[in-house]
Structures are given as C-alpha cells and as structure tokens.
C-alpha cells in the first residue's frame, strides 16, 4: 500500500455568521431538525429537488457524533449482513445493501474536487478477524462478491500480519473500493453545499415541540415559530421534548477516539496499511492520519464522558494491540453519543404523513446518513417509495436508563402488548432464514463435488 496517508481536521468548529439563531417566523417546505450528518444530508437532497428548507439545530453543526468521527466509507450497515438476511430475506437484503453501497458512493460523487474539495480521499478499508476462522471468511467473500455485488478479497493470516505486525489480528476482508476522508471537513462542506442550494440552516435553535397533526405542521422554538410541509426529525439521540418516544427507542452509546503524537519509524513499523482498519468485533477502528499518527477509535461507554478522560484508555488499547509502538502519548481526543436501534439497522421512514424519521445511524453513519438523505427526499418530491424498504425495523423501545445500563431492549412503541410475541417470532425467523441459506450453500457445494447431501429424515 503506497498511498500516502490522509491528514484530519478536528478541534473548534468553523463559524458561521449565516447560522445564527432564528428569532422571525418562517414557513417552509421542509424543516428538518438536527444538523448532523443525517440532518444536513437530507436539507441538501430536499433542496436540490426544488424545495425551500430550514435546517434547525440546537447547539452547533456537527458537535456531536457527525463531526467527531472518523471518515471511513463503506457500505454496509451496523447489522451484520447474516443477520439482516436472516430479518428480511436475501432479496431485501440485496436491495438494502444496494441502497447503503449508494450511500457510499454519493460521498465518493460530493468529495469531488468541485463539490467539496481537500478532504484527503484515500482508498480501501481492512475488516479483521479476532479470532482464527479462516472457514468463515470464504463464506463471506461468496456472499459479499457473488450474492452482494461487492469488491472484496480475502487476506490469509500472513498478509494480514504482514501489513499490521500484531498476533491479534487472522484474517482479513479487504474493500478496495471503501475509503476514508477527513469526516469533519465534509460535514462542514455539506453545510456549505446544502447553503449554496438555498438551504437555511439555523443553530443555537433547539425544537421545543411540534405539532405534525395538520398538512401544515408547527414547529416551536424557544425564540420563534416555523410551519413546514414536512418535519424530519434528524435529532440522534438528543432529540428529547418534540418526540421523546421517538429519542427513547434509541440506545445512547458514546465513543471516544484520540490522534497520536508523532510516532515516526515505530510506526512504520507497525503499520504499512493505510486504509481504515476494524475488528470483526467492533471493537478497535483505526488508521493513519498525517503520515506518521494514528487516530484510533475503540473505547465506549452508555453514559456521557469526556473524550479527554479516555487518552489513557485509547493508549493503553494501542500498546496492547501493537506492543511493538510502546508507549504511545495522545495529541487530542475526541468523542460523540451514537444512537444505536435495538435491532441494529438505521430509523429510516414516514411516521405519519408528513412527519419523516432518520436516526439510529450507530458507528456505519457516513455511508447511511447519505443514503437516508436521498431516500426521504425522494420520497418526499420523487414519488419514490423506497425508504419504505426500511419498514420491517420498528421503533423499538431501547429501555429507558434501567434498560441502558443493563443494555438490554425488549419491547415495541405503540404496540408494547405484542412485544414478547414479535420478539420470538423473529427469533424463530432468523433461525429459520439461517438454516434455509446454510441448505442452500450445502446444496451448491455437494453439486460442486458431484455428491449428495444427506437423505432427509
Ligand atoms: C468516535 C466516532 C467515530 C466514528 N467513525 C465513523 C466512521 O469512520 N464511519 C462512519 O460511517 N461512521 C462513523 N461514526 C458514526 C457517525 O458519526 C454517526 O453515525 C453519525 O454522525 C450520526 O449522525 P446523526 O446526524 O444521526 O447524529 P448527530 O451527529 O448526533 O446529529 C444530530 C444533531 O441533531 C441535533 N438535535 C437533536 N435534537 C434536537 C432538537 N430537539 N432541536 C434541534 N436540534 C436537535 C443535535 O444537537 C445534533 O447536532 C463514528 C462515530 C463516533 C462517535
């Protein structure tokens, strides 16, 4: 891997005069609450397809997860993809993945050099298995190329430890066409591009209630009032007052990550891959930054702490995967709450007419919050109804603060009584979708060998 290294911008957010908070009255086609990645995203689509749109934000844009992640673009959501096969079957699955390898792909299209320019693209992006299942990887190489359309090599343990010299890691699913790109500085570029389109975006401007019952829906704020065709409610998990069943069918998880100081030849060293990298198990996500710096992500917690506090542990994590680096010294941490569904897939649909719902972006938000900003915008002025794909992940309580410490869900809003009884059943499906894709691969690979599988009974 020869490209050179990507640089990152974090710290203050940049200033905008033209963001200032909304004291007069205002009608619109589209009010979105939330300038985060999903929020802006959505303004810029909604506007590009001719409607006028205010983007209302309580603190600033980007100070929450959008602005403090780490700029990798795959495709693909936080679910696992055996598992979103075995919730809606494979051709819903396929459409779904497609949907999300769009949502990477419109990033690819604004990181251009005429749309938003000097975010540092750099290409490919590493998935690393913790534990020795080199059996499983030819699985999931099959599916992603053959079922998935997806450009994937698998890497055996050698090539693998060749690039990142630690015994943690075996093998290794390689995305060529994933990349990475300096996540802050395109949040802000989206701003700007959702502001060239003619979109207001007003921060310091947090929606007290909302009232979506009429064609024509209000919105309160604590200094003024707005009227809007369509309300979407792009808040994460902070949305709080105008839908707090809405906030609370999210799990808040906050993650912390940190650049290095200078590591210079150690680091070389350690590490020669210069896309992202993650774990199979969620745990570390990483990559170099500025040549010679890691920028890496991995501790969480359910409650809010200060991404400062967390140096330490984020230090400490780097030694222990790459002990070869020693002692490591952080040059800044950074950190924002995700909202995590229960069942692991985004919030993307139409509650009632009107009234849109994007949220739940968990860890894979780059990708996804573009995809949603065309789907609901589309669904808005495009007659198209594909969002509706999302259907089949309800707004499902996440448990309130009892259930966020255990970090266990049940329950489903607005239809509570039937909670247990939905829950098993898509247990008992996913069991069933399981076993009906393993028959079909054992089918196949008897066919390949020319023998037959076992006689039923
Ligand atoms: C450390 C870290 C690393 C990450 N790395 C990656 C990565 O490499 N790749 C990737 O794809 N994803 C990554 N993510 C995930 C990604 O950042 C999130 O999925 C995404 O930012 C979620 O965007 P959002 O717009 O839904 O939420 P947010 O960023 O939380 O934005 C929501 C906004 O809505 C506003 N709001 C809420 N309620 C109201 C209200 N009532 N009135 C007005 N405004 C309101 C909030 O103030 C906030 O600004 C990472 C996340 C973290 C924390």
Redesign the pocket.
């Known amino acids: 891997m020869t490209a050179p290294s990507a640089s990152v911008t974090f710290g203050p957010e940049v200033a905008d005069a033209d963001r200032a908070r909304l004291t007069f009255s205002l009608d619109v086609d589209v009010c979105v609450?939330?300038?985060?990645?999903?929020?802006?995203s959505i303004a810029l689509e909604a506007a590009r397809l001719g409607a006028s749109v205010a983007v209302?934000?309580?603190?600033?844009?980007?100070?929450?997860?959008?602005?403090?992640?780490?700029?990798?673009?795959?495709p693909g959501f936080g679910l696992p993809l055996a598992d979103l096969i075995a919730r809606v079957g494979l051709e819903d699955a396929r459409e779904l993945w497609a949907l999300s390898k769009q949502g990477a792909e419109y990033v690819r299209t604004q990181a251009s050099d005429d749309l938003i320019p000097g975010l540092g693209l750099s290409e490919g992006a590493l998935e690393v298995s913790n534990v020795d299942v080199g059996d499983r990887l030819i699985a999931r190489l099959q599916m992603l190329g053959e079922d998935f359309d997806t450009e994937v090599d698998g890497w055996q343990i050698d090539r693998v430890r060749d690039v990142l010299k630690t015994k943690r890691y075996f093998h290794g699913v390689h995305y060529p066409k994933a990349f990475?790109i300096d996540?802050r500085k395109y949040l802000l570029g989206l701003a700007a591009l959702a502001k060239q389109a003619g979109v207001r975006i007003f921060e310091d401007?947090?929606?007290?209630s909302i009232d979506a019952g009429g064609i024509r829906k209000r919105i309160v704020?604590p200094s003024a009032r707005m009227r809007a065709t369509h309300i979407v409610l792009?808040?994460?998990?902070?949305?709080?007052?105008?839908a707090q069943k809405l906030s609370d069918t999210l799990l808040p998880v906050?993650?912390?990550?940190g650049i290095t100081e200078p590591l210079g030849e150690r680091l070389t060293e350690a590490v020669t891959f210069q896309g992202?990298v993650s774990d199979s198990d969620g745990v570390d996500?990483f990559r170099i930054v500025d040549g010679d710096r890691l920028m890496w992500?991995s501790p969480e917690t359910t409650w809010a702490g200060h991404p400062e506090r967390y140096a330490g542990a984020i230090a400490r994590r780097i030694r222990t995967v790459f002990p070869a680096l020693g002692k490591v010294a952080m040059a800044e941490t950074?950190?924002?709450?995700?909202?995590q569904t229960v069942h692991g897939m985004p919030q993307i649909g139409q509650l009632r007419q009107g009234l849109w719902v994007?949220?739940?972006?968990?860890?894979?938000?780059?990708?996804?919050?573009a995809m949603a900003g065309q789907l609901i915008a589309r669904g808005m002025y495009a007659y198209d109804d594909r969002f509706k794909l999302f259907a089949p992940f309800e707004l499902v309580w996440a448990g309130g603060t009892t259930g966020r410490a255990v970090g266990y869900a049940v329950g489903l809003w607005e239809r509570q009584g039937s909670a247990l009884a939905g829950t098993l059943a898509r247990y008992r499906e996913r069991a069933r979708a399981r076993e009906r894709i393993r028959e079909a691969r054992l089918a196949e690979a008897n066919l390949r060998a020319g023998t037959r599988g076992p006689r039923p009974g």
Do not use: D, K
């Open positions: 609450v939330g300038a985060g990645l999903a929020g802006l209302l934000e309580g603190r600033h844009v980007g100070w929450n997860a959008s602005g403090n992640q780490l700029g990798t673009v795959m990475q996540g401007t947090p929606v007290v704020t792009a808040g994460n998990i902070h949305l709080g007052a105008p906050w993650r912390y990550a992202s996500h992500s950074f950190g924002g709450a995700l909202g994007a949220s739940g972006f968990s860890h894979r938000g780059l990708n996804t919050t």
